[in-house]
C-alpha cells in the first residue's frame, strides 16, 4: 500500500544502510542485523534528523525564523534541532535541563555542537522541565513581541508530525529485507517518537503481526507511560485507527533497562557496548542505543531468530561518559 506522505526537507542521508553483524550473528546464535540510522548524517546523525525533516518543514510553510525545542542537557535532539536549522538559516533556541543552571555544564558533546552552530541556549532547572509548556509559551510570546515567527518542536521531535520519519523508516525497512520469516526491530525508546512511527508506518503498510514485531526498549520511565505516550502519538493517524495498549500484536515495550536511571549507566552497559564497538567497530551510545543493545542480548528468548537492531545514533553522548568508561578500556 502506497503511504501519502506530508511534505519533508532532505535532511538525512537515505536510506541508511542495513548491515548483517556476522561476528555476533555467530556469538548469539541468531540472525542480527544492524539498521544504520547512526549514518543519517555528520553532525546531523541519529533518529531526530528523520523526524526533523516532517518537522522542518512544517516550520517553513508556517514561516518560522526560530525553532524551540527542550531536553537533557546532553540532548541529542536538541543538537539535531540546531544544525538542521542552522541548515535551513533560520535561528534555534533550546531549553536544556540541568542540576544547577546556575552552574552549567560544561561545553562537551552535544552542548558544543548546539553553540557551536549558534542556538541560544536556556539553562532550566528538573522541575522547570516538567512546566515546559508554559516555559515555550513564555519565550515564543517573548519572540512574537519582538516580530519573530516562533515554532515549537516538543521533546524528541515526539508529535504526530514527527512520527513521520518513522513511518518512512518502518517502510524503507521492509523495502531492504529479503525473505519473509519472522523479524523482530530492537530500538531504543525515549520520548516515543520512533516507537510510534514505526508501529504507525506497520499498521499503514497493513504489515503481518506475526511477520513483523517492534520492541522498544524504553531507557526512562516505564511501560505505562509509554503506552501513553505512544497511543496519544497513533492516535493522530486516521489511516491506521486503533487504539495501542500493552500487549499489541506489532510493539511491546520490554521495561527492566532504564538500570540506575535515565543516562545513567551500569558497568555491564558500558562493557557490552565496549565489546561490540571492538567486535564489529559499532560506536553506540551510552543513554540510549547502548542501553537498548545491552536489552537485546538479554531478550533473545522473547525475540525472533532474526533481529534488526536499529541504531538511532547519539555518538556524542559518548564523550562526555569518557569517565565513566575509562576503567573499561
Ligand atoms: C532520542 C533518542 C532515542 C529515542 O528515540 P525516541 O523517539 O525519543 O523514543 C534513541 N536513541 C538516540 C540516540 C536518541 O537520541
Not at 546464535?29 to 553532525?43: C, E, F, N, Q
Not at 543538537?79 to 533560520?90: C, D, E, Q, Y
Not at 533556541?93 to 555542537?113: E, M, S, W, Y
Not at 520512533?194 to 503481526?209: E, F, K, N, V
Request: aromatic share 6%.
Amino acid at each position: 500500500m502506497a503511504i501519502d506522505f506530508p511534505e519533508r526537507v532532505a535532511l538525512a542521508n537515505l536510506p541508511t544502510p542495513l548491515q548483517r553483524l556476522d561476528r555476533t550473528s555467530d556469538e548469539l546464535g541468531v540472525d542480527l542485523y544492524i539498521k544504520r540510522d547512526d549514518l543519517t548524517g555528520a553532525a546531523l546523525s541519529g533518529n531526530k534528523v528523520r523526524k526533523l525533516e516532517y518537522l522542518m518543514a512544517d516550520a517553513r510553510d508556517q514561516g518560522a525564523d526560530i525553532v524551540l525545542t527542550c531536553g537533557g542537557e546532553q540532548s541529542n535532539h536538541c543538537r539535531a534541532t540546531a544544525v538542521a536549522a542552522a541548515k535551513l538559516g533560520i535561528k534555534s533556541l533550546l531549553l536544556l535541563r540541568t542540576k544547577d543552571p546556575t552552574n552549567p555544564p560544561a561545553l562537551g558533546g552535544n552542548i558544543l555542537l548546539d553553540k557551536l552552530v549558534g542556538a541560544d541556549i536556556v539553562w532550566i532547572s528538573y522541575d522547570d522541565y516538567r512546566r515546559r509548556m508554559e516555559l515555550f509559551e513564555q519565550h515564543a510570546a517573548r519572540l512574537r513581541a519582538e516580530g519573530m515567527t516562533p515554532y515549537v518542536i516538543p521533546e524528541g521531535g515526539s508529535n504526530a508530525m514527527g512520527a513521520w520519519g518513522y513511518i518512512r523508516c518502518m517502510q524503507e525497512i521492509v523495502d531492504q529485507v529479503d525473505g519473509d520469516e519472522p523479524t523482530t526491530i530492537v530500538h531504543a525508546c525515549g520520548s516515543g517518537g520512533t516507537s510510534a512511527g514505526l508501529l504507525i508506518g506497520a499498521r499503514m503498510l497493513g504489515l503481518s503481526p506475526d511477520q513483523w514485531k517492534l520492541a522498544a526498549i524504553n531507557v526512562c520511565d516505564d511501560q505505562n507511560y509509554f503506552v501513553d505516550v505512544i497511543n496519544r502519538i497513533a492516535s493522530n493517524f486516521s489511516a491506521a485507527p486503533g487504539t495501542f495498549t500493552a500487549d499489541d500484536s506489532h510493539l511491546q515495550i520490554i521495561d527492566g533497562y532504564v538500570g540506575r536511571g535515565y543516562a545513567k549507566s551500569r558497568p555491564e552497559e558500558l562493557q557490552t557496548l565496549r565489546d561490540l564497538a571492538r567486535r564489529e567497530a559499532i560506536i553506540l551510545d551510552p543513554v540510549y542505543s547502548g542501553k537498548a543493545y545491552f536489552g537485546l542480548t538479554n531478550e533473545l528468548p522473547r525475540l525472533s531468530q532474526r533481529i534488526i537492531f536499529l541504531h538511532t545514533g547519539g555518538i556524542f553522548g559518548l564523550f562526555p561518559a569518557a569517565k565513566a568508561l575509562s576503567p573499561l578500556l
